[in-house]
């Protein structure tokens, strides 16, 4: 190397010229199409989002009534920017769809290829037939119960099961003092009345929040899970020492004989554990109630059989059984505000970064949501599952 010089020899040999590849802000066209899904009456925008993204340049059309089951009118929405139709087959030609529930075969012939679509997925109730569909049309498909955020929850599904387990408590204090199913007993902690005898089984998100409102409302709350570091958490974030127990059978039918409500909130890998078995039910106090919050995976009482939100219980063994699968879509309007609140910054980042390729480089939360790219399946569990090949996102997407 020359000493005068300041430069290595490799710094002065030619390089290659980069140059910032300039971003170019993108202009979204989403469709809302209405909800067909059994009970669902839930929407992915609520009016204010839409107006952000319309102020923002971008356009949203949305089938009439769409909104409907969340008490959203079409009024609102228009005056928010959207624009409005009757013409499903309209909604469902936009580059870029958002729904709740996954589309029916039926709605997939209508999308466009390559495709943006962004629902749910519900790995447990589809058919093979769903992912053939997809990757005929080469459509790229995010499910929202698989993104992540920046510290590893994923917000969809902890929102939706914060709304199951504060709606459990409040559906059972219904159950409770009902004319028809009821005993008449408050759920409340009135002086010299003994308290509620609330039993959670499963100390997950479902199980924190159904534990917080009970305990707001005053009863006596007993928590069962086998894992101990959820037992710490829930005392942790409830703020005050509970009683919790690992599911011992002694403990969990002691608790059982006593307790006037009961909510299972266990998940299992394919199927949620069957618990709380026939003749625990047959043990328990006349009138109590049993909510299933499992049950769409199969339920974690032996005694539950699946119920809707239009007739919702059943008795057995004198006890009233709550076993509707769905149960945020009861309360649409706040699981409505809830899952607008994840997509619209989404959104919003989507058209910021130049399309959802560029989003989905940068942003791993995003890519974790992604299961099927222009047609191609991405997704190791999906693929496990439904015995299909499949290829790594990270290959795909640089």
Not at 205 to 232: C, H, M, P, Q
Not at 299 to 327: A, L, M, Q, W
Request: with cysteine.
């Amino acid at each position: 190397m020359d000493t005068h010089s300041p430069f290595t020899k490799e710094m002065l040999l030619p390089q290659e010229e980069r140059l910032e590849v300039d971003k170019k802000r993108g202009e979204l066209l989403i469709g809302i199409p209405k909800e067909t899904h059994f009970q669902e009456r839930r929407i992915c925008l609520t009016p204010d989002a839409v107006g952000a993204l319309t102020a923002n340049g971008h356009r949203v059309i949305i089938e009439s009534k769409a909104g409907k089951g969340a008490r959203y009118t079409d009024k609102d929405y228009s005056e928010a920017g959207a624009e409005i139709t009757n013409d499903t087959e309209k909604v469902f030609s936009c580059p870029m769809i958002l729904k709740v529930e996954p589309p029916s075969l039926e709605e997939i012939e209508m999308i466009n290829p390559q495709t943006v679509l962004i629902s749910a997925l519900q790995i447990k109730t589809q058919k093979k037939s769903y992912f053939e569909k997809l990757a005929s049309k080469r459509i790229t498909a995010l499910a929202f119960e698989f993104i992540r955020d920046e510290d590893g929850t994923y917000p969809a599904v902890r929102t939706l099961s914060e709304i199951a387990g504060t709606a459990a408590i409040q559906i059972a204090s219904e159950i409770m003092s009902s004319k028809e199913t009821g005993t008449g007993m408050l759920f409340g902690n009135i002086s010299g009345v003994p308290p509620a005898e609330v039993v959670i089984i499963g100390a997950g998100t479902v199980g924190e929040f159904a534990a917080r409102s009970a305990i707001g409302l005053g009863a006596n709350v007993k928590v069962f899970d086998n894992s101990i570091t959820k037992l710490r958490c829930i005392q942790t974030n409830v703020g005050r020492p509970l009683y919790t127990s690992t599911l011992q059978p002694k403990n969990l039918v002691k608790a059982l004989k006593r307790c006037d409500v009961v909510i299972g909130c266990v998940r299992g890998a394919n199927r949620a554990p069957v618990i709380v078995t026939d003749q625990m039910v047959q043990g328990m106090k006349n009138g109590a109630v049993v909510i299933d919050v499992s049950i769409d995976m199969g339920g974690c009482f032996e005694t539950s059989d699946v119920t809707t939100h239009d007739n919702p219980t059943f008795k057995k063994h004198r006890v009233t059984h709550y076993c509707v699968p769905n149960i945020p879509a009861r309360f649409a309007r706040t699981a409505s505000i809830s899952l607008s609140n994840i997509f619209t910054p989404y959104l919003l980042d989507i058209a910021e970064e130049g399309g959802i390729e560029n989003k989905l480089r940068f942003d791993r939360g995003l890519k974790n949501g992604l299961y099927f790219y222009h047609g191609i399946l991405t997704k190791k569990s999906v693929a496990d599952w439904f015995d299909l090949s499949y290829r790594d996102i990270n290959l795909l997407i640089f």
